[in-house]
């Protein structure tokens, strides 16, 4: 990647990423660049909304220009490890660039609202454990799924989900952080969820709901939070 292929403009929502050229599908189009944090970390006011998950306990408090890519439910990107997006079709010169945030969340603890206009908008955006069994089947046939969000830890979460306990709280064995990619820091991720703009929502909706969500949450399991 010698310079990047997209461009920060105006958004309906507060700001997007466009092509600014033709991208052939499969290509690899941006990487999630910044310093890793902690999910308690995260939860700060002032970066929330740019903070994509890479591991159980892990996020990448994003830089810009990548830091204002959008979710949609019909995304034109999607993982390659868990800090970089590949195209997922032949994308044109001024598109808007999406993923989905779902595809790296897995907090108990945060939901946003979408409104990215899709026929297969799922209007409440949520952890991957949430998404339909069918959607989820296919982005892990796709492989935008990263590692650390295994089968495996979907059923941890379930079960601190269950307890009512959030991210942080639940317990995270061996296939956690560290994908296995081999690249050292490798935990990766992603927005999953950036939590910039949704599709849909003022960029400042998403931190609020997710406080609400924490609260409430935190409320039911008796945590601190
Ligand atoms: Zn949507």
């Not at 660039?97 to 409104?115: I, K, P, R």
Request: overall charge positive.
């Amino acid at each position: 990647m010698i310079e990047n292929p997209f461009i920060v403009r105006p958004h309906r929502f507060g700001r997007g990423l466009y092509a600014t050229r033709r991208i052939k599908a499969g290509g690899l189009v941006l990487r999630f660049r910044g310093p890793l944090i902690d999910f308690e970390r995260s939860r700060n006011p002032r970066f929330e909304c740019y903070c994509v998950q890479v591991g159980p306990n892990s996020y990448t408090l994003t830089w810009a220009p990548e830091r204002f890519i959008n979710h949609s439910c019909e995304p034109n990107l999607g993982f390659l490890d868990d800090r970089e997006l590949r195209a997922l079709r032949a994308i044109r010169q001024g598109e808007e660039l999406t993923f989905d945030y779902s595809t790296s969340m897995a907090e108990n603890a945060w939901t946003m609202e979408c409104h990215c206009g899709s026929p297969r908008c799922r209007h409440l955006i949520g952890d991957f454990v949430d998404l339909p069994v069918d959607l989820k089947t296919h982005y892990r046939e796709l492989g935008i799924v990263p590692e650390w969000l295994s089968p495996d830890f979907e059923r941890q979460q379930l079960a601190a989900r269950f307890e009512g306990r959030i991210l942080g709280s639940y317990p995270v064995n061996g296939n956690g952080r560290g994908n296995g990619n081999g690249n050292g820091n490798g935990n990766g991720n992603g927005n999953g969820h950036g939590k910039t703009v949704s599709g849909g929502v003022s960029s400042d909706n998403p931190r609020v709901r997710y406080i609400v969500t924490l609260r409430r949450m935190s409320k039911k399991s008796g945590a601190s939070s």
